[in-house]
């Protein structure tokens, strides 16, 4: 399995962004599917994550700001984001969680996509 991110770059504090997260080869079992984010010089810290069911999950500060949605039939996750602030300025990951067969624990990441946030 590859996770493949995109979508990062420089945005003007209040603007939008959306990060794409594309995924090829096959997984028995998905738990979540999530994005996670890593400052300069901070820990690596959980943005969004979402179900196979459509349960999601968001830090606090994020919640009302940003989206995490799933297209299934294009196996990717994106994350939408808006009214960025300039601490959302980070290395954004992707990441899946789930099973490799039915007693086997995998988890995914892909290669971050830096998101600069301008004040």
């Known amino acids: 399995v590859q996770l493949q991110a995109s979508g990062g770059g420089l945005v003007k504090a209040g603007g939008s962004r959306r990060l794409s997260c594309a995924r090829s080869?096959?997984?028995?079992?998905?738990?979540?599917m999530g994005w996670y984010r890593q400052a300069l010089g901070k820990q690596r810290e959980l943005v969004a994550t979402?179900?196979?069911?459509?349960?999601?999950n968001y830090q606090n500060s994020v919640q009302g700001r940003f989206t995490i949605s799933v297209d299934d039939a294009k196996k990717t996750v994106y994350l939408q984001m808006n009214s960025l602030k300039a601490e959302d300025t980070a290395v954004y990951y992707c990441?899946?969680?789930?099973?490799?067969?039915?007693?086997?624990?995998?988890?995914?990441w892909g290669k971050g996509t830096l998101v600069t946030v301008s004040s």
């Open positions: 990441s899946v969680e789930g099973y490799s067969d039915p007693w086997t624990p995998v988890d995914y």
């Open positions: 080869g096959s997984i028995f079992k998905i738990r979540t």
């Open positions: 979402v179900t196979p069911g459509g349960s999601t």
